[in-house]
């Protein structure tokens, strides 16, 4: 049975969709005015593996997620680099789907963009207005907290420790209270000139409305495109920690003062940062390192195993370290597949009492291994087991009673595991060795065959200086990338 943490009950519940194996998901997209770092792949990893996992316990998930093309943060880059808006966000949108390519998530069902759900945005302002929720001042129409009894639900806070709510969007003299968020946004009267002094004046997106022109506010956009795809109430609304204040909070007040039902959402999964040196990683703080930044040195599988091995919820602290680590024990497993291949294909006559004690160890694993899982999705619990067996399965092999069955057994259960981590046998990303390399290597080879050992270790050192390294192993040279170069 499956129990989930839900931060708006702070507890693990049962998890019980609302329509029996059906999950309706949504989780907060980027906002697509720069490229994303792997705090966002963080994110993204998590709930591509939480997918994937329901999905092989049989459930039917629709995984929803949003791209924010429009926001202050948008205006303001398209205003730096003289581009418009639309320009800058197709942009990010397109290198955004490279990097979820290249991290192999691919759980989503259906993106969808802010700016392409105007017409239902407008709808939400409206019967929020109509509701008595909204009202109108002279920048913008507002959310009325005060109007909501319930709102603080999820973050635990009150009206009046609402006053961090404030994004730039949200500032306005004329509002009731001073956690009062903006719905939708006037277009600034007169037009504004670009920074660099040029006469071309600078369009801000805006759309026409009942109210004026304008542009959505930060929080209307999510609860147009949940309702639009899942109605007024969803199994599952997801992001990282930052969100539960005040953006998902605002998401309840908006979506159950329209609808007057609640739970807006059954369970709410908030992943912890990925920090370095304890703080967030974020654009704003400048500590961070892009996707594609790190995939140049390291393989997708390396971030893979480093996301999944934390538990969820935990902040990920990210050093070189702890990423030649998870290199480390990616290697552990390639060697214990390697070795449970070639058992597997050896022609070996079987021992009962052998395969009884390998099909034992695999049973006791997977017990293992789906009780972690299902306990709000312990990987770190998880893997320890995988490790376990690995532990126990080299020690079989080393006593010649790993037997073909039993190995198949083990490769078996591991591809099972794969299908939601995916770090054990991914394959998408393997890099081509270059050819310069490898007349390298093939030179390096002939010299020692010659016995020039002298000259192959300067061979040796030019492959290194390429950013490669050898590793002389009995059936011949393994060329490795050094992970740092
Ligand atoms: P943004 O594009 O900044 O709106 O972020 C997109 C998603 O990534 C949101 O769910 C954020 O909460 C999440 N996110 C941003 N920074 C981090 C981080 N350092 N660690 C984990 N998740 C993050």
């Known amino acids: 049975m499956l129990k989930a943490y839900n931060t708006l009950s702070r507890k693990k519940e049962v998890f019980k969709p609302k329509e029996g194996k059906k999950v309706e998901l949504f989780v907060c997209g980027p906002t697509t005015y720069d490229f994303s770092h792997i705090g966002h792949a963080r994110t993204y990893i998590v709930f591509d593996m939480l997918v994937k ?89 507002y959310y009325d907290i005060s109007k909501f009894k319930e709102y603080g639900k999820l973050s635990r806070r009150t009206a009046l420790q609402a006053e961090d709510a404030v994004t730039r969007i949200d500032e306005s003299i004329g509002k009731r209270n001073r956690g009062d968020f903006c719905l939708w946004k006037f277009s600034p009267k007169e037009s504004l000139r670009l920074p660099t002094g040029q006469a071309k004046p600078f369009t801000e997106p805006s759309w026409p409305s009942q109210w004026g022109d304008g542009r959505p506010g930060w929080h209307i956009e999510d609860t147009a495109i949940t309702e639009k795809y899942f109605g007024p109430q969803y199994d599952v609304h997801g992001g990282a920690k930052d969100l539960i204040f005040p953006h998902h909070e605002a998401e309840i007040s908006q979506m159950e003062a329209i609808s007057g039902k609640k739970p807006l959402v059954r369970y709410w999964f908030h992943t912890g940062f990925l920090t370095v040196g304890g703080t967030k990683m974020a654009k704003s703080l400048g500590n961070f390192v892009t996707i594609r930044e790190f995939l140049k040195k390291y393989p997708t599988r390396i971030l893979r195993l480093f996301v999944i091995k934390a538990h969820y919820r935990s902040p990920i602290d990210y050093t070189e370290n702890s990423i030649l680590q998870a290199e480390k024990e990616l290697e552990r497993i390639d060697e214990f597949i390697s070795k449970l ?27 293992e291994f789906e009780k972690a899982m299902d306990d709000d999705f312990n ?9 376990n067996l690995i532990n126990r399965g080299n020690s079989l092999i ?88």
Request: glycine letters at 4%.
């Open 398 to 485: 080393a006593q010649n009673k790993m037997f073909p069955s039993a190995a198949e057994d083990i490769l078996n259960f591991l591809g099972k595991m794969d299908k939601f981590f995916n770090f054990i046998f991914f394959k998408k990303i393997k890099e081509k060795i270059p050819d310069e390399v490898m007349k390298l290597v093939k030179e390096r080879e002939e010299e020692r065959k010659k016995g020039n050992f002298e000259k192959a270790d300067e061979v040796r050192k030019k492959i290194n200086n390429l950013g490669y390294q050898i590793e002389d192993a009995k059936e011949g040279p393994k060329i490795k990338k050094i992970s740092n170069f």
């Open 379 to 387: 990987t770190p619990k998880a893997i320890a087991s995988l490790f």
């Open 53 to 141: 996992y329901l999905k092989e316990k049989g459930y039917n998930v629709f995984y929803l997620q949003n791209i924010t093309d429009v926001d202050d943060k948008i205006v303001n880059r398209a205003k730096e680099e003289n581009v418009s808006w639309k320009v800058l966000t197709r942009k990010f949108e397109r290198e955004y789907f490279k990097d979820m390519k290249s991290l192999a998530v691919n759980s989503i069902t259906k993106y969808a963009r802010a700016t392409s759900h105007i017409k239902e945005i407008i709808s939400q302002v409206e019967r929020l207005s109509r509701k008595g929720f909204a009202y109108k001042i002279e920048d913008g129409i």
């Open 341 to 367: 291949k070639t058992s597997a294909s050896a022609k070996a006559t079987e021992d009962k009492q052998n395969s009884k004690i390998v099909k034992n160890l695999v049973l006791v694993t997977r017990k």
